[in-house]
């Protein structure tokens, strides 16, 4: 199974994609997690904007060799997770998941939570307006992307909501 967890900066995608890993590997299941921003290309190759790296532009990801990857592990493992802000940018990658999750949270808690992130140190506040208008233009699932569980990342994650919905499949929106 291959599923594909997508959001906003900052919403809980990587925090859904190792609850995920841990509950199927306590389960004897192979998982593994491919985050997208171990295929960005050289920071050279990435667009600019105002003179800084747009890390939050889709031209900054390779997805053929995230593709790519994503396929060659499929015969290895019995559960692959990839999880992005651009999870849904690439349709042929879109095309491999057999599940989809979107990670939604408020502009506001963005906000919040990009601002108590230090790890890049100071932001500016046009730069972090930048991240939440290119997820919006690029990182929102398409509308005609069908079976996507949309899942509050505004608090704790309901992880029995979330393996029922992998176990049956069911179409949710919250």
Not at 51 to 58: A, G, I
Not at 103 to 108: A, D, E, L, N, Y
Not at 151 to 170: A, P, Q, R, T, W
Request: glycine residues 6%.
């Amino acid at each position: 199974m291959i599923i594909g967890i997508g959001g906003v900066s900052r919403s809980g995608k990587s925090t859904l994609a190792n609850l995920l890993v841990t509950y199927f590997r306590k389960n004897g299941k192979k998982a593994i997690i491919f985050h997208q921003d171990d295929f960005v290309f050289p920071e050279t190759q990435i667009p600019k904007i105002k003179n800084k790296t747009d890390w939050e532009s889709p031209q900054s990801i390779d997805f053929k060799q995230y593709r790519e990857v994503i396929e060659l592990f499929r015969t290895r493992f019995d559960i692959i997770i990839a999880e992005g802000l651009f999870a849904f940018y690439d349709e042929t990658i879109c095309q491999l998941y057999d599940k989809k999750f979107h990670v939604k949270i408020s502009k506001r808690t963005f906000l919040i939570r990009r601002a108590m992130d230090i790890r890049w140190g100071y932001e500016p506040t046009w730069f972090i307006d930048h991240v939440w208008q290119s997820f919006l233009k690029y990182g929102k699932p398409h509308k005609d992307l069908k079976e996507i569980v949309n899942i509050s990342g505004e608090d704790e994650f309901d992880m029995e909501k979330v393996i029922k919905n992998l176990n049956l499949g069911i179409r949710q929106n919250s």
